[in-house]
């Protein structure tokens, strides 16, 4: 008999793992990877154009795959999802979104008895991962006195972004907050004020997001710059989630950004080059970076690349590309501590490993 399977949903994670607990986590993935003790792959898509609806909307099927091994926490893991994503237009914005219905999930099998330990609903990990993330990112690139952070969106993605500055720079007193639908960044920025217990306020411009602000984080769905770098003032720190540093020109920030940034961080080159390959928008061009312009992230956690070194420099971090250790690291704890808290369906762990019967060797 095998240990049970554990399945998590959404429900079950979200807030399951505080933000200040999945950033050290992460830090130490990335440590793994840059020591060569951790093992991944860059992350598969398969792209297939979907019947047009009728309305002009462009649509897509893809399937995701994320896999990596880590020895030190005992566990393979991969990240399996299919989606629909869907480009429309806004308010003369193309913008790519994904219609509800989305399935996706990461498997954790355990490296020595090769049993399927749990299975849990990527939803509210992607998320948190991407803002850990760049939490791992921040003692490197962030001024230390770092007052204000001025976020661009009011998804899922921001709130994991607001959420990593204000554990990873916690003089942040102030959040500016910016996305298309005033409707919506009012209560954004409503909820990220009573969450984090700071000033928070919506803005009606991406400008006025940036202007005066210590950290900017741009996390949107925008096809079409929303930021410009000539915006950014001495001494910021930008991250972008849409963007891709060295394989193409960014999305959803102009290419200004990367011309004024003193030091540009990315989480791994190798996985840079070949991301949003079949998902960029008509008209991406290579960027003119290389990795001779850019440090990865995995080089300053272990001391051997270079961050912040003057309070007037423009730092980037390119926080786009999802990684296996990122969902290994994070789903490693999320099953610990959804076992403590009895959280979870356990399903018979004997499904999930084949037994073989040499008797059966010769048989269909």
């Not at 462009?58 to 893991?77: D, T």
Request: net charge negative; aromatic share 4%; glycine share 10%.
């Amino acid at each position: 008999m095998t240990d049970p399977v554990l399945v998590l949903t959404n429900e079950e994670t979200r807030g399951l793992l505080p933000m200040a607990e999945a950033i050290p986590i992460l830090a130490r993935a990335y440590a793994d990877l840059g020591a060569e003790e951790a093992k991944e792959i860059p992350r598969q898509r398969i792209h297939m154009p979907l019947p047009d609806a009728g309305d002009g909307t462009e649509r897509r099927f893809f399937l995701n795959m994320i896999p990596a091994v880590m020895p030190s926490l005992g566990i393979a893991s991969v990240r399996l999802g299919a989606v629909h994503t869907a480009r429309q237009t806004r308010q003369a914005r193309t913008s790519a979104t994904a219609p509800s219905g989305r399935s996706g999930f990461v498997l954790v099998w355990d490296i020595e008895s090769r049993a399927l330990l749990g299975i849990i609903h990527d939803d509210v990990i992607s998320a948190l991962r991407v803002g850990a993330t760049s939490g791992v990112a921040a003692p490197y690139l962030v001024r230390a006195d770092a007052k204000t952070l001025g976020i661009i969106g009011s998804g899922h993605q921001a709130m994991s972004q607001a959420a990593a500055f204000m554990a990873a720079s916690p003089g942040i007193t102030q959040i500016r907050v910016f996305s298309q639908r005033p409707e919506r960044r009012e209560r954004f920025a409503q909820r990220i004020g009573e969450l984090f217990g700071v000033h928070a306020q919506a803005v009606d411009g991406a400008r006025d997001a940036v202007t005066g602000s210590d950290i900017v984080a741009v996390a949107t769905t925008a096809d079409q710059p929303v930021l410009e770098g000539a915006w950014l003032e001495e001494g910021c720190h930008i991250v972008a989630t849409r963007a891709s540093a060295v394989s193409q020109t960014p999305i959803d920030i102009d290419g200004e950004v990367a011309r004024r940034a003193a030091v540009i961080v990315v989480n791994s080159c190798e996985h840079d080059a070949e991301d949003l390959a079949g998902d960029a928008p008509l008209g991406s061009e290579p960027s003119g970076l290389t990795e001779a312009d850019v440090t990865e992230l995995s080089a300053l956690v272990l001391g051997r690349g270079q961050g912040r070194t003057d309070d007037r420099q423009i730092t980037y971090h390119n926080n786009n590309v999802g990684m296996g250790i990122q969902f290994a690291a994070i789903c490693r704890r999320m099953l610990d501590l959804a076992r403590e808290k009895g959280l979870g369906t356990e399903l018979p762990g004997d499904l999930f490993l084949d037994q073989v019967d040499p008797e059966a060797e010769f048989t269909l």
